[in-house]
């Protein structure tokens, strides 16, 4: 019996790669690993997408974030109501801790929602953070100046402002929700309020101890 010579198997092995059967598998494997590399780099890209996404969308109350691209601010949580426009590099603030489906809430330029997906984080200063929403309980003021002609509550926090209704001593208000003031030119404070009507009331002039509200007891 003729013993098979060492070379044989290489020369088999050979002539199977170069064999029609042999070519495509190689090629399948070939095109296997290949494939398996692009979903490797896509998953990879995938996530690292996700990543900045939830970074945009979770964040501290207060922080940061600029408009990405030409956009809207919505009343919801969905593009069926814009209610202001937003130019792109704009700085607004978040609302909320963590944004939900996409959206997260502004309380500045205005109070509104934002799809993340809009937003980058701010290069430049961060804009004033606002104080966190506090309890009803906590923003009532009570009215302490005792002029007969009370305090004028007014459309904005200037005393030439239209008047829009009046509050007495003893009368009791409701700071918005986050509280609000505005200093003037001529140093006076301005409380925004939402009840017993909405609108601007004179705190005097805190730098001199003149003021017309005080907390509730």
Request: glycine letters at 8%.
């Given at each position: ?42 998953s ?10 939830l ?43 963590n ?9 500045s ?24 929403p ?84």
């Amino acid at each position: 019996m003729k013993r098979m010579s060492h070379w044989s198997k290489p020369i088999a092995l050979l002539a199977f790669v170069l064999s029609p059967v042999g070519s495509f598998e190689a090629a399948a494997n070939i095109a296997t690993h290949t494939t398996s590399g692009n979903t490797s780099l896509e998953s990879a890209s995938t996530a690292s997408l996700k990543r900045e996404n939830l970074q945009l969308a979770q964040g501290f109350l207060g922080e940061c974030r600029a408009a990405a691209r030409s956009t809207f601010i919505y009343s919801e949580r969905s593009r069926a109501e814009p209610i202001r426009s937003l130019q792109a590099d704009e700085k607004v603030t978040l609302a909320e801790e963590n944004g939900r489906r996409g959206w997260i809430a502004i309380s500045s330029p205005i109070a509104g929602f934002v799809n993340t997906e809009d937003l980058k984080l701010c290069s430049g200063e961060p804009v004033r953070p606002q104080p966190p929403p506090t309890s009803s309980a906590n923003r009532c003021r009570r009215v302490i100046y005792e002029g007969p002609e009370g305090l004028t509550v007014r459309e904005r926090p200037d005393k030439n402002s239209p008047r829009v209704g009046g509050v007495f001593f003893e009368d009791r208000v409701t700071l918005s929700n986050p509280p609000r003031f505005e200093v003037d030119s001529e140093g006076r404070e301005w409380a925004r309020i939402t009840s017993p009507i909405a609108g601007w009331v004179s705190n005097g002039f805190g730098s001199t101890g003149e003021i017309n509200l005080r907390a509730c007891s």
